[in-house]
């Protein structure tokens, strides 16, 4: 699983505080520090080469939405501006996404959960066809996919949640061992099933080496 780095951009010390520990609460999602004005945050993005960035609209120095002309990278914005027009203002300039404040825990987590799963279906080597971005424009909104809402699950798909519900986060290898199917078989099913939210992904970190992925049911 990508670990994705995210710069928060908020003049508000305490609440980009906050909101810091939302984000490094989500697995695959780290906090950098977070800064308060638009010049700093240009330079931030300059040195560190953040995969997000979480931008409000007030700042000190420049607006946020000017702010956001400015940054070739995926920005969603955690603003307390309402206003119809700040909104599709921001939207208009590349904003991914638009969270009001003030928002809970749950909120941000399942604007980031969604940002990852179309991450993931961007990166899928090859070309989209229709279809995958239509999936990938879902993700981002935060809708599950057709088939977590009553779509007949094959023998192959219904046996890995089963695998999974037995408690505990496992390996592609184990439920592949499980199930009785290949690996890569079992990481196909795997990363659908996270795709559209039955499933979660998390890090493991051994003493060497990467990071191994780790699979279980969402609550």
């Known amino acids: 699983m990508t670990e994705f780095r995210v710069l928060i951009v908020d003049d508000d010390f305490h609440v980009a505080r906050v909101h810091s520990t939302y984000v490094d609460a989500i697995p695959g999602f780290t906090a950098l520090s977070p800064v308060g004005t638009a010049a700093l945050a240009l330079q931030a993005v300059h040195a560190?080469?953040?995969?997000?960035?979480l931008l409000d609209l007030y700042l000190p120095d420049t607006p946020g939405?000017?702010?956001?002309?400015?940054?070739?990278?995926?920005?969603?914005m955690l603003t307390a501006a309402a206003d119809p027009e700040s909104v599709r203002a921001a939207l208009?300039?590349?904003?991914?996404?638009?969270?009001?404040?003030?928002?809970?825990?749950d909120g941000l987590e399942t604007v980031l959960r969604g940002y990852a799963r179309y991450r993931r279906l961007l990166e899928t080597p090859g070309t989209l066809d229709q279809a995958g971005l239509d999936r990938a424009r879902r993700a981002l909104l935060g809708a599950r996919e057709p088939n977590a809402l009553g779509r007949t699950r094959s023998g192959t798909e219904t046996a890995v949640l089963e695998t999974l519900a037995s408690g505990g986060l496992l390996s592609a290898a184990e439920v592949a061992a499980l199930v009785g199917v290949s690996r890569a078989t079992a990481q196909r099913y795997l990363a659908a099933l996270a795709d559209e939210g039955s499933v979660e992904i998390q890090l493991r970190y051994g003493a060497t080496g990467r990071?191994?992925?780790?699979?279980?049911l969402r609550d």
């Open 92 to 105: 208009r300039r590349g904003a991914l996404g638009y969270l009001i404040k003030p928002f809970a825990a």
């Open 211 to 216: 990071p191994e992925h780790r699979y279980g």
């Open 48 to 53: 560190l080469r953040p995969d997000l960035v």
């Open 65 to 76: 939405l000017e702010l956001l002309r400015s940054l070739d990278l995926d920005t969603i």
